[in-house]
């Protein structure tokens, strides 16, 4: 069964750092890609970041670029994303999501038809 469960979030100051943790349990992680999503109350699910199979291939969105890594540990069954620099703007429930695949991540990434999610963690940055 494939499931995926976040964990990191939490209170941080603006400027302030976290980092995320997407472990797999029931499959083996080096099989998918995984993508990491947000979404604030009231808003749209924005897709946040995505890295491929190998981790040869990462996605960024506009608003986190150069601010944002995701990683991957394939042998330890889980995906990073480092967050630096957070802004009010970052505060959300963020989920990973995973999809089978090889090969670079495409444009369409976002869309994707995703196997399995997250329960989600909430990440807050408030002063």
């Known amino acids: 069964q494939l499931q995926l469960v976040e964990s990191g979030g939490g209170l941080v100051q603006p400027g302030g750092s976290l980092r995320l943790s997407c472990a797999a349990s029931g499959f083996t992680l080096g099989y998918y890609a995984i993508s990491w999503f947000r979404r604030a109350p009231g808003k749209e699910r924005e897709g946040v970041s995505s890295i491929s199979s190998s981790g040869g291939s990462t996605k960024y969105a506009d608003s986190v670029k150069g601010r944002f890594t995701i990683s991957r540990d394939n042998a330890k069954n889980t995906v990073y994303l480092q967050m630096n620099s957070l802004k009010l703007e970052d505060t959300a429930v963020y989920y990973c999501?995973?999809?089978?695949?090889?090969?670079?991540?495409?444009?369409?990434?976002?869309?994707?038809?995703?196997?399995?999610w997250g329960q989600g963690t909430q990440v807050t940055v408030s002063s």
């Open positions: 999501a995973a999809v089978a695949g090889t090969g670079p991540v495409g444009s369409s990434w976002r869309s994707y038809k995703y196997d399995g």
